[in-house]
């Protein structure tokens, strides 16, 4: 059966995005202990990237796919599915109010840092736990339920444009994104200098 491919396939996407989101997080605390303001570079990066990739092709996979298949399957995941098509919808909008924040900071100071830190922490748990609810709820219910068409189907599809921070390649038009946030975001978070 190729569950364990999917499968594997959305779980690295998620722990990719979670490292990201911890290391902005991690970014802009360590900026504030320095008393500097972070590289908002890599941050403009970080939130176009959540915003280009997993907002338009991880989650439109997930709400199209996974979802309507598994309640096709069984009635036991429909609460928590309306629950993630739910925040699915409101992600685009989540992710923009959050750049425009950063776009504040960055081009009219101090004023805005507290804010968007605020916003950036909140954004941060909601992801998370919407992911972990995703694993914790919603992927057993695909192994109990799915069967070898099923899985073959979310095989192809979470395969075919592959999350450029877990397998980047030349093939992809996300290579330079991925370079830009890997070699400038700085150690120990990336590759870049040192803060």
């Known amino acids: 059966m190729n569950a364990p491919n999917a499968l594997r396939i959305i779980r690295e996407e998620h722990a990719a995005l979670a490292a990201l989101l911890r290391s902005m997080a991690l970014l802009v ?21 959540v915003d280009e990739y997993p907002e338009r092709l991880h989650h439109v996979k997930e709400s199209t796919m996974l979802f309507p298949r598994l309640r096709e399957c069984t009635p036991a995941a429909n609460a ?15 992710i923009r109010d959050l750049e425009h924040k950063l776009i504040a900071w960055e081009l009219l100071g101090e004023a805005r ?14 992801y998370l736990e919407h992911m972990r609810i995703e694993e914790a709820e919603v992927l057993p219910l695909a192994e109990t339920h799915f069967g070898e068409a099923d899985w073959l189907m979310l095989e192809r599809a979470f395969g075919a444009n592959r999350d450029p921070l877990v397998a980047p390649g030349p093939e992809t038009p996300y ?16 590759l870049g200098e040192a803060a």
Not at 32 to 44: C, E, G, Q, W
Not at 80 to 89: N, Q, T
């Open 113 to 126: 840092r507290e804010v968007f830190e605020r916003s950036l922490d909140d954004y941060v748990t909601f």
């Open 80 to 94: 928590v599915l309306a629950r993630l098509d739910r925040e699915h919808k409101s992600g685009g909008t989540r």
């Open 175 to 190: 290579v330079e994104l991925f370079r830009t946030i890997v070699n400038t975001t700085p150690a120990p978070y990336g």
């Open 29 to 49: 605390r360590d900026a504030r202990r320095r008393n500097r303001t972070p590289d908002f570079r890599v941050l403009r990066a970080m939130l176009f990237y």
